[in-house]
């Protein structure tokens, strides 16, 4: 017996041995090899989640979570995702046994025994986590995205588990709440149940609950709650109807282009207080920044355009991303693609299509370009093994890049073969999970191009092309005009694309149009033609890449009627003196303060606007920014003064806030400020003196009193709020500057992500460098800490508030050293760093110090 025993006891052992040798590590973030695994055995999820919010910030919200799913199998323990510790787990039940509470490496491990083919139930007594519940003192939010749904409460946070969700929420008294899922009951004034949700990922799992304003509204035949916080009567009246009319706009271009009914069971959105996005596309429950909602009737026509075309991404997101959902968030940029490139096509059907053409360029454009000009520019789409990475994949190519590819994408495709590929594709994966490929085999059948070379250079490599050209001619007229092309960096690669080019004569122009392939292109239809006084390459915006500028005479480009047309020979310009061909900063400064004047299209102003103040900042050597100063305030105020509309007096306005420096001016914009007295022809309102007491603040020494008495004028708690977090941040003393650097160390510190970004901005303005660089190592040394804890945006505009305005070689230095010291760096982020310091690179090159 005793000799059976041990043989039988060897045997088990080897067998265990070998099991978990097949096992699935228990590692830190979902990792691929695991969200494989659970994809290919589970199914059926429904989570039941019951809440309960005290009224105290600071009290323990406290939970009980319920998981019923089906498993295929039981050879391996279950991993849930809970991003906690072992204090936040109460007691776990699984199929009514009592298990241990085992957290280990970011996951609660549930032994096989207690596990079952078929149904399963677990339930949990828990307390979430805080940080991505977003909690205020009189409201909260849910933002899950990209893998944070684990941070709150223990769940399969990956995205091809789709799941239904049954909420119930107990807050305090007088909170209103808004889920994914219809309202089932309110009991009293503090509980609120909803009915199950449509099938979700748990990124879009979402819900909100505060002292709000509800306000519904028909939308495309939906009934549609809307809740805010805002407190400016003004901008209630001017934006409420707006913002309905918009969400119903939306709506009704997209299940037309679909051919699918608006697929949730609810229409439903928020305005959020300094919300971290522009918008998040919760079904349901769509989460808003409040400024971006809330206008007031100073609004630019950039502005109201920019309104609808954030509430457009968002409503295209029930379809793109939220009806069909990416496997894994590699294909993260195929929702964001769509989001923008639909938003793009209902404001081509609201706006028109000449505003959105010029839209489309100034939007996207010099955004992609300012990623992919630069050493860390990643590819469209990216590889990702562990989603604990995923916030990290976002940026300018996935927003900006990959809707001008998609659009490539359609012209090469046909703009009807395109629409019926994608409908396929919609409705082949409705409520389920698709990746690119699936989507680019689908459209492989209705084109006879060839895609996959097309998907190969466009979305999976990343970078731009150089285009030159050469001309001959003889007798005033051409002989010969070819262009050619290069990658800017990396291995050598061809984009295949066609683009227009521009003859600009004395008394008309002449365009051709280029399809170009290979390494150089011979434009056979410009052979004949006289010699023009110059010539523009992109004319229509439908090309991209770095195309020659081919004159420096400014008054050429302003004579072109179109608009489109101004728009792209400005983006080269500024293009080009970034790479140091055509133009020096000094050069191009002079040329486009001559525009202000004579520019008067709002948005090409705005784009010239924006890049005069880049210039004079980034790429002007203190000295001599000192000594252009006056000139070129006195130019500014003078070219507001010849401006006709309201709109462009106050983009030049703005402009004259950002630049002046004189005392003369600094006493102008003071006065304006303190006797709230705008320019002729200008209406300026609370948000726009908010602002101008913050640049006083930072331009002179009056720091406190201006703020404070700014404070006294505003009557919103959030707004006041606002200004107390970024008084340090604009103190006259470098020893509270550096305290509210060091009070960033602090994670509760970092909670409202966007008035850190803007504190930054100001303790790192050119103005107040000399005290700051000091930190730009520790800051540089931050940057994974401020990935783990905050969202997915946060590096990017950490790292652009701090390193956005820095010059000189010096200064690029800590930026090598500090990669240099870190070999093994996450590469991500490594590119996010030499992403966001490229300017600063540049500038140190081309002022040569």
Known sequence: MKIFNTCVFLLLTAATVVGQQKRIPVVPGVSLELAKYRHANISDIQYTL???????????????????????????????????????????????????????????????????????????????????????????????????????????????????????VQVPKGWKALANGTLKESVGDDLYVFNKSDKLPTYLFSFTAGKYTSVAKDVAGKQAEFLYRETDAEKIRLSVDSIFRAHNDAVKFLEDWTGIPFPFQKIGFVSIPDFQFGGMEHPGVVHYKASSLFLDAGATKDQLIARANLISHETAHMWFGDLVTMKWFNDVWMKEVFANFMADKVTEKVMGAETFKLKFLIDHYPAAYGVDRTAGANPIRQQLDNLQDAGSMYGNIIYHKAPIMMRQLELLMGKDNFQTGVREYLKKYSYSNATWNDLITILGKHTTKDLNTWNKVWVNQPGRPVFDYKMAYSNGKITDLTITQRAERGLPRLWPQKFAVTLIYADHNENISADIKTASLKLTAAVGKAVPVSILFNSDEMGYGLFPADTKDLKTVLKLSDPLQRASAYINMYENMLAGRYFKPTELLALFSVGLRTEQNELNLRLIAGYLSNIYWQFIPTAQRKETVAGLEQMVWDAMSVQTTANTKKILFNTYQNIYGTPEAGKRIYTIWKDQKAPEGIKLFEDDYTGIALTIALKSDSVTSVIKQQQARISNPERK??????????????????????????????????????GLSYTNHPLRQASARKHLTESLAMVEEIQRTGDIFFPQSWLAAIFGNYQNVTNYKVVTEFLKAHPQYNPKLKDKILQTTDNLYRASKLTGK
């Open 50 to 168: 019951d809440l309960v919010v005290p009224a105290s910030k600071e009290a323990k919200i406290t939970g009980i979570e319920n998981i019923a799913f089906k498993l295929n199998d039981v050879d391996q323990p279950l991993q849930l995702d809970f991003k906690q510790g072992a204090g936040n787990v109460e007691v776990i039940t699984a199929n009514r046994y009592k298990v241990p509470v085992v957290l280990k490496n970011e996951h609660l491990v549930i032994d096989t025994r207690f596990l079952q083919k078929g149904d399963n139930e677990i339930v949990i007594r828990f307390t979430p986590g805080n940080a991505s519940l977003n909690r205020n003192a009189e409201y909260l939010y849910a933002l899950f995205v990209p893998d944070r749904a684990r941070t709150v409460f223990p769940c399969f946070d990956q995205p091809d588990l789709k799941a239904k969700f049954l909420l119930s």
């Open 721 to 758: 709020a606002r200004l107390d977090f970024l008084m340090p941040a604009l103190s006259n003393d470098p020893a509270e500057r550096d305290k509210f650097f060091i009070s960033l160390k602090e994670r509760k510190n970092r909670e409202k992500e966007a008035w850190v970004s803007t």
